[in-house]
């Protein structure tokens, strides 16, 4: 055997075993879905646990199209490979999932894998709905399976080169998924259990609030520090920082509050959180909001170090020109001093969504305005202006370095260029 | 060639009319006396909306924002849904409602419905008279030939819309005009199903189009400016239209809706 042939053989032997090892991880944990499982009439209760958790999950959001039947799929999820549009979840036999069994339900859930045997796309977030139970699963399968079927035939994703292909993505999951259902945590009490359930499992909230890679993997599965949304630039921000939105020092009804109402005496949500509010948590009972709650509360602090203070303008045309503006399209409802007006429009000094580093969401929320979530606890909500508009590049920095600058607030300035990039990627 | 003969004219347009009223509108503004002070009512929670669409939705001056105040709460909440639904697209509008609750938008829609503020005089046509007087003939009698009904069919004899659902055609600019019907004529803005207003306007060629922007918005303001409370009797002859509409949605909440003048 020359040198040439040996090389080759290494080669392929290499090759032969990465595939077998990448193989291998993507059908770990995987039951076989043939064996079939005794199909009891599904009671009331369970659709209506199951319906409950569908909730959690906030399924219907991303599987129902603009203005289309709920569930029936077709809404196309942005992501920086392309477009993953949502699947057809209606038990219609033949474009929904009528002809699946709980198992193939279960093996979606778990291991991310579709009825016929195709990876799906991490854009549904099994790497989090993996952690939940079969019993769960079962209870959403008879809830899905109890809704009117609508024809609606999947659509082909829209994937570049080579993020298209079924290899490419076993190699991803080979890198950043792993299956495996939560495990409770015995030192810690049973509300604690229930909340890391639910917020790592159904509730997924790592898939923004857990900073991606270039490859949109996680590589600290649930760290929950903080990522820049793919595509929206929004900032799912910190969960664990004191000075992003860690919650560690709030009373916990407030926190209750906030997944409730979508506002409370220490913050209120807007932009894609408020969808989450208004589809999902302001639904869920108090005791599995306590739950989280109490798990968000007891999240290990990161970044306990403050920011360094960013160095202050002071005096100077700019500063003349900010503090009128600010005096001119702010004031009225936040208030000379910053201190907003407390049930209705937030205070701006000492407000961590105005002073945190990542400056995606202040700049969006005064471009483009926008409600807080119309909720039982808070039905009539008041609301932002956009001022898309009204303020130009300049202008807008120079009012948002004004609110991150004054009434104690220490934040870095924001510059034109910022706005500039965030006005662009809105296309307005 | 008549400058009006197509959309292309907008930016003289917008130089034309619009700058000054705009530099008009500002100048209002800020000689008016301090903001009004905080209140919990509808009016305050309609700020996001009249900051594009002017004080108390009297409609900004660029044209492209138009007049919410004394729309049919019906027309308006449809309006509202379909920017939610994808019947209508603009982002800024789609994004800034989605959280809101169907009660809530209605609750948006009949405030502006039962505000009475006064209309702005027209601005004089410029088309040529011909141009005006075939927008007349079709506004006012449409075009049995081509089974086009005649605009006040629906719009109301006085053109001020029919209530619930019906907006009226008078005090909108013609750019705005235009760019709705074009709208619907390209299939970027619908209606509930069935979307009578497509059938309609499927049948209207660009320059019918034109003429009817280009006369309906000179045309100056009745006395009255609410929507009739029912449609006109049908001219001999014309058939019926079937328009689909959101169903109302329970009301929100014990806060009564008030009117502020």
């Given at each position: 055997m020359n040198k040439l042939s040996k090389f080759t053989l290494a080669v392929v032997v290499l090759a032969a075993g990465a595939s077998a090892l990448v193989w291998a991880l993507n059908v770990r944990d995987e039951i076989d879905v043939t064996v079939p499982v005794a199909a009891a009439a599904p009671s009331e209760s369970l659709v209506a646990r199951g319906a409950y958790l569908a909730r959690a999950g906030n399924c219907q959001a991303c599987h129902t199209a603009q203005g289309g039947p709920a569930y029936a799929g077709g809404r196309g999820i942005a992501t920086p490979f392309g477009t993953v549009f949502t699947s057809n979840l209606t038990p219609h036999e033949k474009t929904g999932i009528g002809s699946w069994s709980p198992s193939h339900f279960w093996r979606a859930m778990h291991n991310g894998r579709s009825k016929d045997g195709r990876l799906l796309y991490p854009a549904f977030p099994y790497t989090s709905y993996t952690q939940v139970t079969r019993e769960d699963s079962d209870a959403l399968y008879a809830y899905l399976r109890s809704l009117p079927p609508v024809a609606a035939p999947n659509q082909p994703h829209t994937l570049r080169f080579p993020y298209q292909s079924q290899a490419a993505l076993a190699v991803w999951r080979a890198l950043f998924f792993s299956p495996g259902v939560y495990e409770a945590d015995s030192a810690r009490s049973a509300e604690w259990n229930r909340g890391a359930y639910l917020v790592k499992g159904l509730g997924h909230c790592a898939a923004c609030h857990t900073a991606r890679n270039a490859l949109g993997g996680s590589e600290r599965s649930l760290d929950l520090a903080g990522g820049l949304i793919p595509m929206q630039n929004w900032y799912a921000p910190s969960l664990t920082s004191p000075y992003e939105a860690g919650v560690a020092d709030w009373d916990k009804q407030h926190i209750v509050s906030l997944l409730k109402n979508g506002v409370s005496p220490r913050a209120s949500v807007t932009g894609p959180m408020a969808e989450v509010v208004q589809r999902s948590t302001q639904y869920l009972s108090d005791a599995d909001l306590g739950a989280m709650a109490q798990f968000l509360k007891e999240l290990p602090a990161s970044h306990t170090a403050a920011p360094e203070p960013a160095a202050i303008r002071t005096g100077g045309e700019s500063v003349e020109r900010a503090t009128k503006l600010y005096e001119q399209h702010c004031a009225q409802c936040h208030g000379a001093g910053g201190e907003g007006i407390p049930n209705a429009y937030p205070a701006l000094a000492g407000n961590r969504a105005v002073t945190m580093g990542e400056a995606s969401n202040l700049v969006q929320i005064v471009l483009n305005g926008g409600y807080a979530p119309a909720t039982e606890g808070n039905p009539r909500p008041f609301g932002m202006p956009p001022f898309v508009l009204v303020l130009d590049d300049t202008d807008m920095a120079l009012v948002l370095t004004h609110v991150r600058q004054s009434w104690g607030n220490r934040a870095s300035e924001i510059t034109p260029l910022e706005v500039n990039r965030i006005r662009a990627s809105t296309g307005r | 060639m008549q400058e009006t003969r197509s959309g292309h004219s907008w930016r003289r347009t917008l130089a034309r009319y619009a700058l000054p009223a705009a530099l008009a509108w500002a100048a209002a503004g800020s000689a008016a006396a301090a903001p009004p002070p905080f209140e919990d009512s509808i009016a305050q929670r309609a700020m996001a909306c009249t900051a594009c669409h002017g004080p108390q939705g009297r409609a900004a001056p660029d044209g492209y924002y138009p007049r919410l105040a004394g729309k049919p709460a019906g027309y308006l909440y449809?309006?509202?849904?379909?920017?939610?639904?994808?019947?209508?697209?603009?982002?800024?509008?789609?994004?800034?409602?989605?959280?809101?609750?169907?009660?809530?938008?209605?609750?948006?829609?009949?405030?502006?419905?039962?505000?009475?503020?006064?209309?702005?005089?027209?601005?004089?046509?410029?088309?040529?008279?011909?141009?005006?007087?075939?927008?007349?003939?079709?506004?006012?009698?449409?075009?049995?030939?081509?089974?086009?009904?005649?605009?006040?069919?629906?719009?109301?004899?006085?053109?001020?819309?029919?209530?619930?659902?019906?907006?009226?055609?008078?005090?909108?600019?013609?750019?705005?005009?235009?760019?709705?019907l074009g709208a619907w004529k390209a299939g970027q803005r619908r209606a509930h199903a069935p979307d009578c207003m497509k059938e309609v306007v499927a049948r209207l060629s660009l320059e019918d189009i034109n003429a009817v922007a280009s006369w309906a918005a000179a045309q100056p303001l009745p006395a009255s400016t609410k929507p009739a409370a029912s449609l006109p009797p049908p001219r001999p002859g014309a058939t019926a239209i079937t328009c689909g509409s959101a169903t109302a949605p329970a009301a929100t909440t014990a806060v009564p809706v008030k009117a502020q003048k």
């Amino acid at each position: 055997m020359n040198k040439l042939s040996k090389f080759t053989l290494a080669v392929v032997v290499l090759a032969a075993g990465a595939s077998a090892l990448v193989w291998a991880l993507n059908v770990r944990d995987e039951i076989d879905v043939t064996v079939p499982v005794a199909a009891a009439a599904p009671s009331e209760s369970l659709v209506a646990r199951g319906a409950y958790l569908a909730r959690a999950g906030n399924c219907q959001a991303c599987h129902t199209a603009q203005g289309g039947p709920a569930y029936a799929g077709g809404r196309g999820i942005a992501t920086p490979f392309g477009t993953v549009f949502t699947s057809n979840l209606t038990p219609h036999e033949k474009t929904g999932i009528g002809s699946w069994s709980p198992s193939h339900f279960w093996r979606a859930m778990h291991n991310g894998r579709s009825k016929d045997g195709r990876l799906l796309y991490p854009a549904f977030p099994y790497t989090s709905y993996t952690q939940v139970t079969r019993e769960d699963s079962d209870a959403l399968y008879a809830y899905l399976r109890s809704l009117p079927p609508v024809a609606a035939p999947n659509q082909p994703h829209t994937l570049r080169f080579p993020y298209q292909s079924q290899a490419a993505l076993a190699v991803w999951r080979a890198l950043f998924f792993s299956p495996g259902v939560y495990e409770a945590d015995s030192a810690r009490s049973a509300e604690w259990n229930r909340g890391a359930y639910l917020v790592k499992g159904l509730g997924h909230c790592a898939a923004c609030h857990t900073a991606r890679n270039a490859l949109g993997g996680s590589e600290r599965s649930l760290d929950l520090a903080g990522g820049l949304i793919p595509m929206q630039n929004w900032y799912a921000p910190s969960l664990t920082s004191p000075y992003e939105a860690g919650v560690a020092d709030w009373d916990k009804q407030h926190i209750v509050s906030l997944l409730k109402n979508g506002v409370s005496p220490r913050a209120s949500v807007t932009g894609p959180m408020a969808e989450v509010v208004q589809r999902s948590t302001q639904y869920l009972s108090d005791a599995d909001l306590g739950a989280m709650a109490q798990f968000l509360k007891e999240l290990p602090a990161s970044h306990t170090a403050a920011p360094e203070p960013a160095a202050i303008r002071t005096g100077g045309e700019s500063v003349e020109r900010a503090t009128k503006l600010y005096e001119q399209h702010c004031a009225q409802c936040h208030g000379a001093g910053g201190e907003g007006i407390p049930n209705a429009y937030p205070a701006l000094a000492g407000n961590r969504a105005v002073t945190m580093g990542e400056a995606s969401n202040l700049v969006q929320i005064v471009l483009n305005g926008g409600y807080a979530p119309a909720t039982e606890g808070n039905p009539r909500p008041f609301g932002m202006p956009p001022f898309v508009l009204v303020l130009d590049d300049t202008d807008m920095a120079l009012v948002l370095t004004h609110v991150r600058q004054s009434w104690g607030n220490r934040a870095s300035e924001i510059t034109p260029l910022e706005v500039n990039r965030i006005r662009a990627s809105t296309g307005r | 060639m008549q400058e009006t003969r197509s959309g292309h004219s907008w930016r003289r347009t917008l130089a034309r009319y619009a700058l000054p009223a705009a530099l008009a509108w500002a100048a209002a503004g800020s000689a008016a006396a301090a903001p009004p002070p905080f209140e919990d009512s509808i009016a305050q929670r309609a700020m996001a909306c009249t900051a594009c669409h002017g004080p108390q939705g009297r409609a900004a001056p660029d044209g492209y924002y138009p007049r919410l105040a004394g729309k049919p709460a019906g027309y308006l909440y449809n309006q509202l849904l379909n920017f939610r639904d994808g019947r209508r697209h603009y982002g800024l509008m789609t994004q800034l409602i989605e959280p809101l609750s169907d009660a809530y938008l209605m609750e948006i829609a009949t405030y502006f419905s039962q505000l009475e503020v006064p209309y702005p005089a027209p601005l004089p046509a410029t088309a040529s008279p011909e141009v005006l007087s075939h927008g007349r003939k079709l506004v006012l009698e449409g075009d049995p030939a081509r089974q086009l009904p005649a605009c006040v069919q629906c719009h109301g004899q006085a053109m001020t819309g029919v209530a619930p659902g019906i907006p009226g055609l008078l005090g909108l600019p013609r750019d705005y005009l235009n760019a709705q019907l074009g709208a619907w004529k390209a299939g970027q803005r619908r209606a509930h199903a069935p979307d009578c207003m497509k059938e309609v306007v499927a049948r209207l060629s660009l320059e019918d189009i034109n003429a009817v922007a280009s006369w309906a918005a000179a045309q100056p303001l009745p006395a009255s400016t609410k929507p009739a409370a029912s449609l006109p009797p049908p001219r001999p002859g014309a058939t019926a239209i079937t328009c689909g509409s959101a169903t109302a949605p329970a009301a929100t909440t014990a806060v009564p809706v008030k009117a502020q003048k």
